[in-house]
C-alpha cells in the first residue's frame, strides 16, 4: 500500500495557501490524514487519506473545512491507470499515430479543438480518441461512479 510522501510542492501549498488550512503544516495534515480513511473509487478499498494522492486540479488545493483534495483513487490505482495509458500509447505510437494532437483534431464529444487529451480504454488499454480536459474529466467522473452502463443510465435518466 503506497502512501503519498511529502514532496516540496505539498509544503509549498501550505506556504501559499495555509491560510486556508486547518492544520499548521503539511506534516501536521499527514499525521492527521493517516488516522482517517476514504474509499477508493476504483478498487472499492478503504484506505487511510495518506494513500491518496492530493488533488491539484483546481485553484484552490484545500476544502472549505481546510483539509486537502484528495483525488478519487488510490495511488496504487492511479499507477494502475497510468500504465494502461502508457500501454496504450505505446500501441498508438507502433500502430504509426502521433501521440499529439494535429491542428484539424477536435474533442470528439464537443468538437473543442482546445486542451485536447489522449483519452483511452481502461480494459482494452487501446485510444479511444481526442478528448478537451472538460470532457476528458466529465467522462472519468461519470464512468468511475456509474460504471460501463453509465450511458444507458444516462438515457433512461432523460427519457
Known amino acids: 500500500m503506497k502512501k503519498v510522501r511529502l514532496t ?3 509544503i509549498k501549498y501550505y506556504l501559499t495557501f495555509g491560510e486556508f488550512s486547518q492544520f499548521d503544516s503539511a506534516e501536521d495534515e499527514f499525521v492527521w490524514a493517516d488516522t482517517v480513511t476514504k474509499e477508493c473509487n476504483k478498487c472499492g478499498q478503504e484506505k487511510p ?3 491518496f494522492a492530493g488533488n491539484t486540479s483546481g485553484r484552490m488545493p484545500f476544502n472549505k473545512d481546510g483539509i486537502r483534495y484528495r483525488r478519487g483513487e488510490c495511488i496504487d490505482c492511479g499507477d ?3 500504465n494502461g495509458k502508457k500501454k496504450a500509447q505505446q500501441i498508438a505510437k507502433k500502430n504509426g499515430m502521433s501521440l499529439k494532437p494535429k491542428e484539424t483534431d477536435k474533442c470528439v464529444l464537443c468538437d ?3 486542451g485536447l487529451v489522449f ?3 481502461h480494459k482494452n488499454e487501446t485510444f479511444r480518441g481526442w478528448l478537451c480536459n472538460p470532457c476528458n474529466r466529465a467522462l472519468g467522473t461519470i464512468e468511475s461512479r456509474l460504471g460501463n452502463n453509465w450511458l444507458e443510465k444516462l438515457q433512461d435518466y432523460v427519457k
Do not use: P, V, Y
Open 8 to 10: 516540496e510542492n505539498e
Open 112 to 114: 473543442s479543438k482546445k
Open 119 to 121: 483519452d483511452h480504454d
Open 80 to 82: 494502475k491507470i497510468a
Open 49 to 51: 487519506l495518506t494513500c
